[in-house]
C-alpha cells in the first residue's frame, strides 16, 4: 500500500454500499485492509437471506446498517436507492469533494479482476471516478491499467 495514499485517504470520507443476496460479505474487509478509514457501510439485503462476514466489517467501520429492499432491480436498484435516499444529506451534511462511494455487490467471483485498493484509491483521487475491475481487453497496448484512459470523470 503506498503511504501517499493512505494519508490523502485519511481526509476522505469512504461510504461502501453493498447490495446483498446471498454470498457472505466478509471478502470485502480483506479486499478494503486495514489501511484506510471507512466513514460507514450501508448493505441492501435483497433475498431475505442471513448476512454472514458482517463481523469482519465491523473492524472496518463503527456504523454498518443493513436495510431490506424487495428483489427487483438487480445490484442497481440498490445502488439507484442509496443515491437517491442519501443525495441530500450528503450534499447538506458534507458539503464536500472529498467523499468516495464504493458500490458493491455481495459476490466477489470478479475478485482477481478487481485492482488493488490503493491503486483504485489513487485513480479515484486523480480524476474523480474509479472502476474496481482491471480493463477487460489486452489486445491493445494502450488498454491497461497503467493507462488511465479507461477511467471517466464523473463531472467536466
Avoid at 471478502?27 to 471507512?38: K, L, P, T
Avoid at 436507492?81 to 458493491?104: A, C, T
Wanted: glycine share 6%; with cysteine; net charge negative.
Amino acid at each position: 500500500v503506498s503511504p501517499n495514499i493512505v494519508d490523502e485517504m485519511k481526509k476522505v470520507n469512504i461510504s461502501i454500499v453493498v447490495s446483498h443476496c446471498e454470498e457472505n460479505v466478509g471478502w470485502i474487509a480483506e479486499y478494503i485492509g486495514d489501511q484506510y478509514s471507512i466513514k460507514d457501510i450501508t448493505i441492501y439485503s435483497k433475498c431475505g437471506k442471513e448476512i454472514e462476514g458482517l463481523q469482519p466489517l465491523e473492524h472496518l467501520s463503527p456504523s454498518i446498517n443493513v436495510l431490506t429492499l424487495p428483489n427487483v432491480g438487480r445490484c442497481d436498484h440498490s445502488y439507484a436507492h442509496w443515491i437517491k435516499e442519501q443525495y441530500k444529506p450528503i450534499e447538506e451534511e458534507r458539503n464536500n469533494e472529498n467523499d468516495i462511494v464504493m458500490f458493491l455487490k455481495d459476490r466477489d467471483h470478479w475478485r482477481g479482476m478487481y485492482l488493488p485498493i490503493d491503486l483504485l484509491f489513487t485513480h479515484v483521487s486523480k480524476s474523480g471516478f474509479g472502476c474496481v475491475t482491471k480493463p477487460l481487453c489486452n489486445c491493445n497496448p494502450e488498454c491497461s491499467i497503467d493507462n488511465e484512459s479507461f477511467l471517466m470523470p464523473m463531472m467536466q
